[in-house]
T-cell receptor
Framework: GAGVSQSPSNKVTEKGKDVELRCDPISGHTALYWYRQSLGQGLEFLIYFQGNSAPDKSGLPSDRFSAERTGGSVSTLTIQRTQQEDSAVYLC??????????????FGAGTRLSVL | QKEVEQDPGPLSVPEGAIVSLNCTYSNSAFQYFMWYRQYSRKGPELLMYTYSSGNKEDGRFTAQVDKSSKYISLFIRDSQPSDSATYLCAMRGTSGTYKYIFGTGTRLKVLA
């Protein structure tokens, strides 16, 4: 079946512009994560959605970052007034919660964001 | 101090060598341990998944967890140029937790 799909794969924007990154999770997966991966850094957790529960936004670095998930499926990460330090690869992952909580995360290929 | 420490490399080995990749961690609550492989410009893909201490083998890959030392390893036997990638360790706590903590990744190059 189809894996996690992210678009666009690359995005170049000017400082101060807003960007939207999209993630389409694996069908049936109720959990969705956003991460940021910068050169030399690990995966930085941004936000977590689980079903209809309130999202865990504890990793969002500033109020310029926001995310939503419509209908429990597709998610959009929005970065307002982009700054050069926002340049990174933004990864999305989804997982299916099992009773035994195996909770394996499957990743998309990421969106490479460059802010000029 | 980071919760999970991983040497970034790069690590260069000749084809056929045994590769050892390692992570140390500080949180004794971690119960689930994963290794992901990430090729350039791709997303991470799960290689190995282990629960608690012990060994797990899958083909040329062996994952080891030593909870007493807070140390996990991934061994790759008969390494191939196609194994050249970044390897990320990840871990999380009890079954009720959902947040993974990732290492920074070790870049591996297997030379033909």
């Amino acid at each position: 079946g189809a894996g996690v799909s992210q678009s666009p794969s690359n995005k170049v924007t000017e400082k101060g512009k807003d960007v939207e990154l999209r993630c389409d999770p694996i069908s049936g997966h109720t959990a969705l994560y956003w991460y940021r991966q910068s050169l030399g850094q690990g995966l930085e957790f941004l936000i977590y959605f689980q079903g209809n529960s309130a999202p865990d936004k504890s990793g969002l670095p500033s109020d310029r970052f926001s995310a939503e998930r419509t209908g429990g499926s597709v998610s959009t990460l929005t970065i307002q007034r982009t700054q050069q330090e926002d340049s990174a690869v933004y990864l999305c992952a989804s997982s299916q919660r099992y009773r035994d909580s195996k909770n394996i995360q499957y990743f998309g290929a990421g969106t490479r964001l460059s802010v000029l | 101090q980071k919760e999970v420490e991983q040497d970034p490399g790069p690590l260069s080995v000749p084809e056929g060598a045994i590769v050892s990749l390692n992570c140390t961690y500080s949180n004794s609550a971690f119960q689930y341990f994963m290794w992901y492989r990430q090729y350039s410009r791709k997303g991470p893909e799960l290689l190995m998944y282990t629960y608690s201490s012990g060994n797990k083998e899958d083909g040329r890959f062996t994952a080891q967890v030593d909870k007493s030392s807070k140390y996990i390893s991934l061994f790759i036997r008969d390494s191939q140029p196609s194994d050249s990638a970044t390897y990320l360790c990840a871990m999380r706590g009890t079954s009720g937790t959902y947040k993974y903590i990732f290492g920074t990744g070790t870049r591996l190059k297997v030379l033909a």
